[in-house]
C-alpha cells in the first residue's frame, strides 16, 4: 500500500480542518464513538429541525483517518434529512467493506470516496468507518 | 548490516516484494522464532506425539520425557527448587488468571488490601480487579513518580499490614523501566504479603532467579522469547500451590474420580486439566536453551547499545516525546515516544510503508497511560538480533512521518 493512496490531499486538509470540530450550543443529540484498539474517541453533535440535519460538528481525539472522515462526514450530512445521512451511512460503510464497488453508485458520497483506499488497510478500516457508526447511532437516538 | 543472529530467524531474512528487508521492532509484543524452536515443533509431531502421561507405550512415554524434561529445563532456568512448582500454562495471561482464581478467591477476604502497580499490563490488573469486587477486598495502586519510578516512600507507604497481595511487574511493557521488585518483595513479606510478579518483560532480556527474589508467584509467556505462541509458565511456591483448588477440571488432573467426589493429582499436574501443549513446551526447551547459548551477558551488550543509541537519536528529534526516565542503567530495550501532532496509528502505518514494524495503541495498560497523561504512543522494542541498522532506518522513517501528514517538514 502505497502511502499517497491513503494519506490523499483531501485527506490530509480534512484532518488538519478545526471547521467542524468545535462543540454546538444546543445539539439535539450527542453520540460518543470509540475505537478501543487505538484510542480515538470522537463526540458527535447534531443539530435537528423538521427531520434536517441543520448543523453538525465533532470533537474529540484520533488518528488522521478518523478525524478526516468525521469531517468530511459532517460536509456531507449537513443540510440532508436524517432518513438520507442514514442511507449515506450505510453507503460508506458498505464501500469500505468493499460490497459497493461501482463509482456511480458511490457518486452520492462525494468527497468521502477519498477514503475508498482505506478498504486495503484492514487495521485501519475501524478509524474510517468508526464516525460513520456513531451518525447512525445518533440517527437511531432521534 | 547482519549479526551473527539473523541467519538462525527465517522469518528476519524475509524481505518485501520490492526487495526492503524486514526491520522488527516490536519484540515487546511477540519475538520472532529461531529455527531450532521451529524446528523442535515440527520434529515433536513427526516422531515423538502421543498423549503424554496417559498411555502405557513407548511413544507416550517419549511425549511424556519431553514434556516432564521442558518442565526442568524451564525450573533450572529461573532457579526454583522443585520441578511441581512449575505449571504450564498458555501464557502469562493465564498465570496470572490462574493466581487469581485460586489463590485469590481462597485466602483474599472482605477489607483485605490488594496493591496493584500502576505500571501493569492489563492481565496482572484485571484479574484482581475481579477479585476484589467479588471477595470485597480494597483495590488500591501504587503509583510512579512523573519519570516511571517508584519510590522507596511509595512503596513503603501503600504496603501496609493490611495488604495481601502486591501484583507487580519487574519492567513496565510501556516504559521499559526495571522496577526494584527486590524491594518491592522485601517490604510484602515483611508485611505479610505475597507477592505476584509479571517476569513477561524481563526474562527475555535478563536473568530471573526465583529463589534469590523470594517471590511466591511468578508468571511469563514463552513467545515473548523465542519460543511458540500458546506456552507459558506460571511458578509458584510449593506451599502455596499445594493449598490451592484447581481452576480447571477434568483429564489429567485427577488421582481417582467416582460418582460424587474427586481426589486431585498431586502438583503439578492438579492444575493442568486437559491435554497439554506439548509441542509448544518442547518449543519453550529449546527457546531457553538458545538464550543459554547466546548468554544473557551477551544479550544485553548488544541491547543496552542499541537502546543507547536509539534513545539518543529520538531526543534528538525535537518534536518527538520520550516517556519515562531516559538515563541508561536499569532499563530494558522498550522505547515509547509520541511525535506532535500525529496520532500514533499514522507513525505506524507510515513506518509500516517503510517496512518498520513498531507498536501503536495504549498496549494494554490504559490506567498506566492515565497515568502519563496520553492516549496513545507509539512503542519500539529491540531484541539481541536486531541490528543498528535497524534503528537507522527506524529513524530515518520516524523523520518522514511528519511530512506524510502535511505537519511541517
Given at each position: 500500500m502505497e502511502l499517497d493512496h491513503i494519506y490523499t490531499e483531501i485527506i490530509i486538509e480534512q484532518s488538519n480542518s478545526k471547521k467542524n470540530k468545535r462543540d454546538l450550543e444546543h445539539p439535539s443529540v450527542v453520540s460518543e464513538g470509540k475505537n478501543p484498539s487505538c484510542g480515538d474517541e470522537i463526540t458527535l453533535q447534531l443539530l435537528i429541525k423538521d427531520g434536517i440535519i441543520a448543523d453538525a460538528s465533532f470533537n474529540g481525539v484520533g488518528c488522521a483517518i478518523s478525524q478526516a472522515s468525521s469531517s468530511i462526514m459532517i460536509d456531507l450530512v449537513k443540510g440532508k434529512s436524517t432518513e438520507e445521512a442514514g442511507k449515506l451511512a450505510d453507503l460508506f460503510i458498505s464501500m469500505i467493506q468493499r460490497k459497493v464497488t461501482d463509482d456511480s453508485e458511490l457518486e452520492p458520497l462525494e468527497d468521502a470516496v477519498a477514503l475508498r483506499n482505506i478498504s486495503n488497510m484492514p487495521s485501519r478500516v475501524k478509524c474510517a468507518t468508526m464516525p460513520w457508526h456513531t451518525l447512525l447511532h445518533a440517527i437511531r437516538e432521534t | 548490516m547482519e549479526n551473527e543472529f539473523i541467519k538462525d530467524f527465517p522469518l528476519l531474512q524475509s524481505s518485501t516484494s520490492n526487495g526492503k528487508r524486514l526491520v522488527y521492532l516490536d519484540n515487546a509484543a511477540t519475538t520472532q522464532k529461531p529455527v531450532s524452536v521451529i524446528n523442535a515443533v515440527k520434529e515433536y509431531y513427526e516422531n515423538d506425539n502421543a498423549n503424554p502421561h496417559r498411555g502405557a507405550y513407548a511413544l507416550s512415554t517419549a511425549a511424556t520425557d519431553i514434556y516432564e524434561g521442558a518442565r526442568e529445563q524451564v525450573r533450572s532456568f529461573i532457579n526454583a527448587g522443585h520441578p511441581e512448582e512449575i505449571i504450564f500454562t498458555k501464557g502469562a495471561t493465564e498465570g496470572f488468571n490462574l493466581a487469581a482464581s485460586s489463590y485469590g478467591m481462597n485466602d483474599i477476604g472482605s477489607g483485605d488490601e490488594?496493591?496493584?502497580?500502576?505500571?501493569?499490563?492489563?492481565?496482572?490488573?484485571?484479574?484482581?480487579?475481579?477479585?476484589?469486587?467479588?471477595?470485597?477486598?480494597?483495590?488500591?495502586?501504587?503509583?510512579?513518580?512523573?519519570?516511571?519510578?517508584?519510590?522507596?516512600?511509595?512503596?513503603?507507604?501503600?504496603?501496609?499490614?493490611?495488604?495481601?497481595?502486591?501484583?507487580?511487574?519487574?519492567?513496565?511493557?510501556?516504559?521499559?523501566?526495571?522496577?526494584?521488585?527486590?524491594?518491592?518483595?522485601?517490604?510484602?513479606?515483611?508485611?505479610?504479603?505475597?507477592?505476584?510478579?509479571?517476569?513477561?518483560?524481563?526474562?527475555?532480556?535478563?536473568?530471573?532467579?526465583?529463589?534469590?527474589?523470594?517471590?511466591?508467584?511468578?508468571?511469563?509467556?514463552?513467545?515473548?522469547?523465542?519460543?511458540?505462541?500458546?506456552?507459558?509458565?506460571?511458578?509458584?511456591?510449593?506451599?502455596?500451590?499445594?493449598?490451592?483448588?484447581?481452576?480447571?477440571y477434568g483429564g489429567g488432573m485427577v488421582e481417582s474420580v467416582t460418582e460424587q467426589d474427586t481426589v486431585y493429582a498431586e502438583l503439578p499436574l492438579k492444575f493442568e486439566g486437559g491435554t497439554q501443549n506439548v509441542e509448544g513446551a518442547y518449543g519453550l526447551a529449546k527457546a531457553i536453551a538458545y538464550i543459554n547459548k547466546t548468554g544473557y551477558g551477551r544479550i544485553a551488550e548488544i541491547e543496552n547499545a542499541l537502546t543507547a543509541y536509539a534513545m539518543d537519536q529520538l531526543r534528538d528529534i525535537p518534536y518527538a516525546t520520550v516517556y519515562g526516565d531516559t538515563n541508561?542503567?536499569?532499563?530494558?530495550?522498550?522505547?515509547?515516544?509520541?511525535?506532535?501532532?500525529?496520532?500514533?496509528?499514522?507513525?505506524?502505518?507510515?513506518?509500516?510503508?517503510?517496512?518498520?514494524?513498531?507498536?501503536?495503541?495504549?498496549?494494554?495498560?490504559?490506567?498506566?497511560?492515565?497515568?502519563?497523561?496520553?492516549?496513545?504512543?507509539?512503542?519500539?522494542?529491540?531484541?539481541?538480533?536486531?541490528?543498528?541498522?535497524?534503528?537507522?532506518?527506524?529513524?530515518?522513517?520516524?523523520?518522514?512521518?511528519?511530512?506524510?501528514?502535511?505537519?511541517?517538514?
Open positions: - | 490488594i496493591l496493584v502497580s500502576i505500571a501493569e499490563h492489563h492481565s496482572n490488573l484485571i484479574p484482581w480487579q475481579i477479585v476484589a469486587k467479588k471477595k470485597s477486598a480494597v483495590l488500591k495502586y501504587m503509583y510512579t513518580d512523573p519519570s516511571g519510578r517508584f519510590t522507596e516512600d511509595e512503596i513503603n507507604e501503600k504496603i501496609t499490614e493490611r495488604t495481601k497481595l502486591v501484583a507487580i511487574t519487574q519492567v513496565s511493557n510501556v516504559l521499559g523501566i526495571i522496577n526494584p521488585v527486590e524491594q518491592i518483595i522485601k517490604r510484602a513479606h515483611e508485611m505479610g504479603a505475597v507477592v505476584v510478579l509479571d517476569a513477561t518483560q524481563s526474562i527475555p532480556h535478563f536473568n530471573v532467579d526465583v529463589q534469590k527474589l523470594d517471590v511466591d508467584f511468578m508468571a511469563f509467556s514463552g513467545h515473548k522469547m523465542l519460543a511458540p505462541m500458546g506456552i507459558g509458565v506460571l511458578y509458584g511456591k510449593k506451599e502455596l500451590l499445594d493449598k490451592m483448588p484447581p481452576m480447571l541508561q542503567g536499569k532499563r530494558t530495550g522498550v522505547i515509547s515516544f509520541n511525535i506532535e501532532g500525529v496520532h500514533p496509528h499514522d507513525v505506524s502505518t507510515v513506518l509500516d510503508a517503510y517496512v518498520v514494524a513498531i507498536r501503536s495503541g495504549h498496549h494494554c495498560a490504559q490506567p498506566l497511560m492515565k497515568h502519563l497523561g496520553i492516549n496513545a504512543c507509539c512503542r519500539m522494542s529491540i531484541y539481541f538480533y536486531n541490528t543498528a541498522q535497524d534503528i537507522d532506518l527506524f529513524l530515518d522513517a520516524v523523520k518522514k512521518v511528519r511530512g506524510w501528514l502535511g505537519i511541517g517538514a
